[in-house]
């Protein structure tokens, strides 16, 4: 059974800064891609970041440049750091992985394989 557990999200200001963590229950270079998603309600969840195992990412317009995807296959983690956040990036963010699909798979919208449980990020003063 593979679990993917995030954390680190919360309520920060805008213009702050969050890093939210990815672990997985399994060594992740079982996996070609992980990204990380957001929804919010009455929205479809969409795709954020996503990195393959070659380390090529793929970003969302709305977060390029402001967003950095990472993996670190050792520690069988994903991150993403956060900065310049705006009180639109508001949302639940999810962390997932796709055991063959890659970055561009997943931005047209084919689904990943696995899904964590999300985790809430809030940007507002």
């Known amino acids: 059974q593979v679990q993917l557990v995030e954390s680190g999200g919360g309520l920060v200001q805008p213009g702050g800064s969050l890093r939210l963590s990815c672990v997985a229950s399994?060594?992740?270079?079982?996996?070609?891609?992980m990204g990380w998603y957001r929804q919010t309600p009455g929205r479809q969840r969409e795709l954020v970041a996503g990195?393959?195992?070659?380390?090529?990412?793929n970003y969302a317009d709305s977060v390029k440049g402001r967003f950095t995807i990472s993996r670190d296959n050792a520690k069988n983690t994903v991150y993403l750091q956060m900065n310049s956040l705006k009180a639109e990036d508001t949302a639940v963010y999810y962390c997932?992985?796709?055991?063959?699909?890659?970055?561009?798979?997943?931005?047209?919208?084919?689904?990943?394989?696995?899904w964590g449980q999300g985790t809430q990020v809030t940007v507002s003063s």
């Open positions: 997932a992985a796709a055991i063959v699909a890659g970055t561009a798979t997943l931005a047209k919208g084919a689904p990943p394989n696995y």
């Open positions: 399994v060594s992740i270079s079982n996996f070609y891609t």
């Open positions: 990195i393959d195992i070659g380390g090529r990412t």
